[in-house]
Nanobody, 114 residues
Framework: QVQLVESGGGLVQAGGSLRLSCAASMSINSFNMGWHRQAPGKQREFVASITRGGFTNYAVSVKGRFTISRDYANNTIYLQMNSLNPEDTAAYYC?????????WGQGTQVTVSS
C-alpha cells in the first residue's frame, strides 16, 4: 500500500502562489496521480491529474492557474498554484489512482485571504 505525504500548504494573500508537494513511499511510475480538494461543508472535488505518461487534466476552475507535474526519480508530484483566490481555500489531497479506489494522503491546508 502506497503512503502519500503532502506538504507546502499555508496562508497566502489573494493573487499569490503556493507549490504543493506529494511524496510517495514507493515508486509511482506505474500510477496515474492527482490532486483533489475539499472546502468546509463541501464535497471533495477533482483539481488536476497526471498520467503515467505525463498527460495532464485540470478542473475548469483552476485551468490556466494551476500546473501539475511529477518527478519520476523522486516519486513525487507537485501542484504549482498561481493567482490564488479565496475560493481556492481548502484542504488539498494527493491521490494515487490504484484499482477501483484511490490511495489518499492526509491533506495539506491552503488558505487564501482576500
Amino acid at each position: 500500500q502506497v503512503q502519500l505525504v503532502e506538504s507546502g500548504g499555508g496562508l497566502v494573500q489573494a493573487g499569490g502562489s503556493l507549490r504543493l508537494s506529494c511524496a510517495a513511499s514507493m515508486s509511482i511510475n506505474s500510477f496515474n496521480m492527482g490532486w483533489h480538494r475539499q472546502a468546509p461543508g463541501k464535497q471533495r472535488e477533482f483539481v488536476a491529474s497526471i498520467t503515467r505518461g505525463g498527460f495532464t487534466n485540470y478542473a475548469v476552475s483552476v485551468k490556466g492557474r494551476f500546473t501539475i507535474s511529477r518527478d519520476y526519480a523522486n516519486n513525487t508530484i507537485y501542484l504549482q498554484m498561481n493567482s490564488l483566490n479565496p475560493e481556492d481555500t481548502a484542504a488539498y489531497y494527493c491521490a494515487a489512482y490504484i484499482g477501483t479506489l484511490p490511495a489518499w494522503g492526509q491533506g495539506t491546508q491552503v488558505t487564501v485571504s482576500s
